[in-house]
Structures are given as C-alpha cells and as structure tokens.
C-alpha cells in the first residue's frame, strides 16, 4: 500500500480519527514466512532481499510465526545516529562472501508497521487499528538487541508534529498519515498520506544539462569542509521555462580547471549510464529546496530550485551537505 503527498500535516478536526507514523528513509520490504517456516524479503517491485540482509532473516526466523506477512522499512543507521541509505545499497552490490561480515559489523534492522497475515489469518481487510494491535502483540516479546523492530506510531497531533521536527536531522524523510479504519490495498495510494520534511538552503551551480543559455537541469555543488574541494552534491528536478531563462543568462562556460569531470559518472544519470553535461563556472549560488534523504556525500532525490542568490558569494554558502552555514 502507497501513499500521496500533500503539503502539510493536518490540524484541528481534520486530524480526528488517523494515526501518525515517522517516514523511514531505508528499503520497503515485507517479511513473508511460508507455512513450512521458509522465509523471504521482497522489496516494493518484487525483488527478494534476503541475500543481503541475513541479519534480518535472522531475526524474522526468531521471531514472527509461520504463514505470516509484515510490512515494513529496511533500515540502517549509521555510527553518527542517522539513517545511512548508501549502506543498504552497498549490501546489494556486495559479495555473498562479505555480507556475513557486513551484518556483523554494520547490523540492519526490518522496522514493522504493518501485518497483512497472521499464523494464517488473513489481516488486510481488517481496519489499520486492529492491525496494529495484532503487530504489537506480535512484538510483545521482542528483545531489544533483535534486527525487527515495532515502527512508531501516534494518534496524537502535536506528537506527530515533534517527530516532524526531532527526527529529520537523522534522516527520518516525514509524517505518514493513514486513517485508523483504513484497510490494506495492496498498491492504492488514494487513502494514505505521507507529509516529507524539507529546507531551503544554498548550493553552487557548477554545470546544467541541456543548454547553457536554457538549462533544462542544474548540478549543484558544495564544497567539503575537510579536503576543501568543490564536490557534486545534487541534482534539480526541471527548470520552469522562466526560471530556466533567468539561470541561463548569468551562467558562463568553464574553462579546463573545473573540477568536476567532462562526463558525470554512473548513478548521476538514467539506468547507471554517464551524464553529459555542461560545466560551469562554479560562481553563481542558488538556492535550492532539498529534503533529508542524503546518499554519502549528496543529497539522493532530486532538488527544487527555487531562485537565484546574486546576493550571496560562494563562500556564503553551506559545507557538505549543511542546511545552515556554520556562520
């Protein structure tokens, strides 16, 4: 089951009767366990998981009964506390020989908002409410250390707001907003909601695709605050006509010693392929709406660039990936 994106979260009467939950920022996945005790992770489109999560397994083994299906976040969080998403990617690319290692050393955890089957009994035409009271008696005895984890849940309004607020810092993406009577409806995305936290802040152009004198996207860049160079740190969603326009007339062609690459790598562009591009002097600032999803050293969806900042010189702008600069 998805959700739509609205703006914000609902206030006053509008909130009675839904129930709030924070937007993990890992791999969808559920947790299927066949009758004769076999288990598997399936992500959102249908792929099995469990090769590179056998922590996971482990813990669904150990803990959830037999024909029984769960839904819920793979996630993993980094040693600073914050939600790593490059570290579940890299489980996916890496050798089956390592991975043992992996889960030792950097341990994933399956956290459970939802249970469609139960020991056999069909679950996703009950209402969410008493879901979630079935998933909670599941966990009842869930040791603290396991790799599954109960996911949060609220029908508190100024609750849900706090989480908002608190938890973006370490990467939660948003407000999922789902009605207490809901039932479950495998790929409908008309009755859920999800509200995603996002900032504004500034970045420095240093190439676009399409034309220079009309953008049709922007590569933004930061500058790392340890080694001091100039790195890709995003990319915007398309330019609106007029702001492509605007953007286009106070962009200059670089010379050689930009320090970005002729051609963007893979993961930059369409099915893993290079990006052509064109660089430009890393001169002009914009400031750009970005939400809490990073990938290493970038911001991992695609920004919203709101308007130019002919005010502010580079050395204004944030480091790494910084919502505020440091001054």
Known sequence: MLARQIDRLPAGSGAAGLLFEPKWDGFRALAIIDRNGGIDLVSRRGKSLKRGFPEVVAAVH???????????????????????????????????????????????????????????????????MRRRKVLEDLFA????????????????????????DDLAPVGVEGIMIKPATSRYRA????????VKHYASTEAIIGGVTGGLDRPAELIVGRYASESGELIVAGRTVPLHAADSAAVGAVLTRAQATH?????????????????????????????????????????????????????????????????????
């Open 259 to 327: 320090p970005w690459p002729e051609m963007l790598p893979g993961g930059w562009g369409s099915a893993g392929r290079p990006t052509d591009y064109i660089r430009v002097d890393p001169t002009v600032v914009a400031e750009i709406r970005v939400d809490v999803a990073i990938h290493g050293d970038r911001w991992r969806h695609g920004l919203r660039f709101l308007r130019l900042r002919s005010d502010l010189d580079v050395s204004a702008v944030p480091t790494d990936l910084d919502t505020y600069a440091a001054n």
């Open 187 to 194: 790929g409908d995305r008309s009755v859920w909601r999800k």
């Open 141 to 164: 005895d869930v040791p603290g250390a396991s790799a599954l984890a109960l996911g949060l849940q609220t029908d508190d309004l100024d609750t849900a707001r706090a989480w908002y």
């Open 62 to 128: 150990a803990v959830l009964p037999a024909d029984t299906v769960v839904d819920g976040e793979i996630v993993r969080w980094s040693g600073e506390g914050r939600l790593d998403f490059g570290a579940l990617q890299h489980r996916n690319t890496t050798a089956r020989a390592a991975i043992a290692q992996l889960a030792a050393e950097e341990p994933c955890h399956l956290i459970c908002f939802d249970v469609l089957r139960v020991a056999g009994r069909d679950m996703v035409g009950e209402p969410l």
